[in-house]
């Protein structure tokens, strides 16, 4: 399987520093299933409550962006001033939010991808090791996936997509964040980035930290 790891260790084991490892969400953990393939049906939802903006099916790519910057990106096209947009942010991520937690009553959203389950459980167990989320995601969106698949007790830590203009602006919030969440400071070195998009290694490679690529999301190169 894409996941299988090569019999280079992971990181190294005699180091005696602690580690953070990083992963992405979508694409990474868990993969799209069924009628919900793109996340744009939620995002026309939120859309429409927030801003009551009606948007059509055919809109620019978003993939890897913080949700903050492609909602902008797109309620400024149809009108709405940055005033507007801050003030109706939040309502645009509960509705989005609220989305997912009515459609997942009726149908799947996602599957789980199970190696990345297994690496999590094992890296869990490690006591030289600490676990978070760098993700796109506005953070209540990013946790229901995570509440919904069981994983948010690995995760207590993450770097979502509220207010940043770009993943590598994520990335970069890590070294604060991460001392003041785990009492500890990483060096970049110390740092590792799991992702499926480049966008995922891009914003690793911006912050000196270790990157791994995996083939299990939908973009490949």
Request: net charge positive.
């Amino acid at each position: 399987g894409v996941w299988r790891l090569s019999k280079k260790p992971l990181m190294n084991t005699k180091s005696k520093l602690k580690k953070l490892v990083l992963f992405d969400i979508d694409g990474t953990l868990i993969t799209w299933a069924g009628k919900y393939v793109n996340g744009l049906s939620r995002f026309q939802y939120g859309m429409k409550d927030a801003w009551g903006i009606d948007i059509g099916n055919e809109i620019d790519s978003f993939e890897g962006v913080p949700e903050w910057k492609s909602a902008w990106e797109v309620a400024k096209q149809y009108g709405v001033n940055r005033t507007q947009f801050e003030k109706k942010f939040s309502v645009y991520v509960e509705a989005m939010r609220a989305f997912l937690v009515d459609r997942s009553k009726t149908y799947p959203l996602y599957v789980s991808i199970s190696e990345a389950f297994e690496l999590v459980a094992l890296l869990h167990r490690r006591k030289d090791v600490h676990l978070g989320v760098l993700s796109a995601n506005a953070e209540r969106t990013g946790k229901w996936k995570l509440e919904h698949w069981g994983l948010h007790n690995y995760f207590r830590f993450g770097l979502w997509g509220d207010k940043a203009e770009s993943r590598i602006e994520i990335a970069q919030s890590v070294f604060k964040k991460a001392n003041e969440f785990f009492n500890h400071s990483f060096t970049p070195q110390n740092i590792i980035v799991v992702g499926d998009t480049i966008h995922d290694i891009q914003c690793g490679k911006a912050i000196g930290s270790v990157t791994i690529a995996v083939t299990t999301g939908r973009i490949s190169a």
